[in-house]
């Protein structure tokens, strides 16, 4: 089941940036830490306010992300 209803936009959050949930939690911020090596314990452990399904929730949003069209010239 889709988690990306966790990941919310608001002008008066973070710029309007991607966070979770509506916090101050940038979608950014979590894939940072994970590019960084911590796992989804530590930041769960780090950030008591998240859930496991935010964690799923940023990982959906950062695939879909990638997820873009090519276009070929010809």
Same mark, same amino acid.
């Given at each position: ?29 979590? #894939? ?7 796992d ?18 940023? #990982? ?10 090519? #276009?070929?010239?010809?």
């Amino acid at each position: 089941m889709s988690q990306l209803h966790r990941i919310t936009f608001d002008t008066e959050v973070c710029s309007g940036r991607p966070t979770i949930r509506g916090m101050r939690i940038r979608v950014k911020d979590i #894939l940072d830490l994970m590019a960084a090596g911590a796992d989804k314990g530590e930041i769960l452990e780090d950030f008591p306010m998240l859930e496991a399904e935010d964690i799923a929730a940023v #990982l959906e949003y950062a695939a879909k992300q990638s997820d873009h069209v090519v #276009l070929r010239v010809a």
